[in-house]
């Protein structure tokens, strides 16, 4: 699931910056990565219907994270930065 020519971010030292631009960097990185994943399945000769559904809840799930960021703590936030940032490192390493 890695994409060789996508450069993650580096979200580390996430106690030393803005939580919340943090976590709000790391769930949008997230998204367009499941975006882009959805765009390449349905360019397939014979799509996965089941790859691009799945591909679309966790999307919405990310999205989701990113409207709650207005109403969360900066734990939680610190935490969610972490959360995401750890999965885009997990999606996008060869």
Do not use: C, N
């Not at 219907?49 to 109403?71: I, K, N, S, Y």
């Amino acid at each position: 699931m890695s994409d060789p020519d996508h450069q993650a971010p580096d979200f580390s030292g996430l106690e030393g910056g803005d939580a919340y631009q943090m976590a709000e960097d790391a769930v949008r990185e997230v998204a367009g990565w499941y975006s882009a994943q959805i765009i390449a399945e349905r360019r397939q000769p014979v799509p996965d219907d089941g790859r691009v559904q799945e591909l679309r809840d966790r999307r919405g799930a990310a999205l989701a994270d990113a409207a709650r960021l207005t109403t969360v703590g900066p734990d939680e936030a610190s935490r969610l930065a972490a959360l995401y940032a750890a999965r885009l490192k997990e999606l996008t390493e060869p």
